[in-house]
């Protein structure tokens, strides 16, 4: 069955740097990934969604990447801010109305 | 503003004792779930409305039950808690089809004793 794996490890970068998370799914080729947000004690919060047939999307700060020859999605927060500092979530979606999630990675940006 | 809510935010309850967790949306939108969420795990999907369609997860205990009396309101009943479903229970909304983004609400805490 698909598995989204994120690293467990903590993120730790400079205020003004670029933060990068990965995402990798295990089996079949999702159809799309979104990107979520969630702080502690909050439900998560959608920052990006992108299609199997595009390679990059962007928003902002944030950019993600969609490799579907090494069953990866790279995120990208550039210049980052402290308030940044959160758990990033990805999910994978594909023909029915059902996510399936990563554990997260928490990114702390440090000032 | 259209949103996700969810009550109570906090609730505990004894172990066996059953307790109702409510969700309601202004949102319009045909899909609603329910997911459990223990600390530093990913969001675990227990079921979800198409409308009125229940769709339950194959691993989801039978001690979760759910109900939908109308588009907006959903409602998450445990019958009979364990001190394991000490979790957070995420409600979320979407309009359906694919490619399309999951509204969340804030969260109910149970912690179960």
């Known amino acids: 069955s698909q598995k989204i794996e994120q690293n467990s490890e903590a993120l730790n970068i400079q205020e003004g740097k670029t933060a990068t998370l990965t995402c990798n799914y295990t089996?079949?080729?999702?159809?799309?990934l979104q990107w979520y947000r969630q702080d502690p004690g909050r439900g998560p919060v959608f920052l990006l969604l992108?299609?199997?047939?595009?390679k990059e999307k962007r928003k902002e700060r944030l950019k993600v990447t969609f490799d579907t020859t090494l069953k990866q999605s790279l995120f990208h927060v550039t210049a980052s801010q402290p308030a940044d500092s959160a758990t990033y979530l990805c999910?994978?979606?594909?023909?029915?109305?059902?996510?399936?999630f990563g554990t997260g990675t928490l990114l702390a940006v440090q000032p | 503003d259209a949103m996700v809510i969810q009550n109570p935010r906090y609730q505990v309850t004894q172990f066996g004792k059953p307790v109702t967790l409510s969700c309601s949306q202004t949102?319009?939108?045909?899909?609603m779930y329910w997911y459990q969420q223990k600390s530093s795990q990913a969001p675990k999907l227990l079921f979800h409305y198409y409308d009125k369609d229940f769709n339950n997860e194959a691993d989801t205990p039978d001690n979760f039950q759910s109900r939908r009396p109308n588009t907006s309101f959903c409602f998450l009943d445990i019958r009979s808690p364990g001190l394991g479903d000490t979790a957070m229970y995420l409600c979320a909304t979407s309009p359906g089809g694919r490619f399309n983004e999951q509204f969340f609400g804030p969260g109910t805490r149970l912690t179960v004793l």
């Open positions: 949102l319009n939108h045909n899909v």
């Open positions: 089996n079949y080729s999702p159809a799309y």
């Open positions: 999910a994978e979606g594909g023909a029915t109305n059902k996510l399936i």
């Open positions: 992108i299609r199997e047939n595009e």
